[in-house]
């Protein structure tokens, strides 16, 4: 008898063991948010690009890839206008795509004057939560827009194989100014520091 109920435990614990390991091995895979943001991706040394677009009813800023100058340095802004891109995964950004709509239905009309759709950008670049650099741009409009959806660049969109869409904006202004914030801030630290301190 005593035998008989040594065996029904151990068929018991076996089984309970057997159930549990089975389970464990069971996952269950839940849709995710959409993440979003610069945060999610390597940048080198932690800079990264974000713009504010200030539109005639709105202000949005986004996080942005990819930045780049094409035109508008040097010569004290005279003689070249100001040009750079800026692209991202698409996201949600409705007032930048709501801009991008206006400007396309707007191109085709010919008595709209740039006025109507112009708004100011500023481009920081960031460290961490620190501004280094800050690009103000006025009196912009996009001059280009372009969708694309990219394999194997987009390891550095996801960290793993996959595809990613990506946005781009061309935007040509009338002027900017460049500040270096983080120069601004230590000659400001060192103007708040007590002598001897």
């Not at 159930?19 to 069971?26: D, P, R, Y």
């Not at 996080?63 to 780049?68: I, K, N, P, T, V």
């Not at 904006?169 to 060192?190: D, H």
């Amino acid at each position: 008898m005593k035998e008989k109920k040594f065996q029904i435990g151990i068929i018991t614990s076996i089984a309970i063991l057997a159930i549990i390991t089975g389970a464990s091995q069971m996952h269950t895979t839940h849709a995710q948010d959409t993440p979003t943001g610069n945060k999610l991706y390597p940048f080198a040394e932690d800079v990264y690009a974000t713009a504010t677009f200030k539109f005639n009813d709105a202000t949005e800023t986004d996080d942005f890839q990819l930045f780049s100058q094409i035109s508008g340095f040097g010569n004290n802004g005279r003689g070249s206008t100001p040009e750079f891109t800026l692209q991202k995964v698409v996201g949600n950004t409705p007032y930048l795509h709501r801009q991008t709509e206006l400007t396309h239905e707007r191109s085709n009309r010919a008595t709209s004057s740039n006025s109507e759709w112009e708004f100011d950008v500023t481009v920081n670049l960031v460290q961490g939560q620190k501004t280094l650099i800050s690009y103000e741009y006025s009196r912009c409009f996009i001059t280009n827009y372009k969708v694309n959806t990219e394999f194997d660049k987009s390891e550095s969109f996801t960290g793993k194989d996959a595809f990613a869409v990506l946005e781009q904006y061309t935007i040509t202004c009338g002027g900017y100014n460049i500040s270096s914030v983080s120069y601004e801030q230590m000659i400001q630290q060192k103007q708040d520091q007590k002598p001897y301190q």
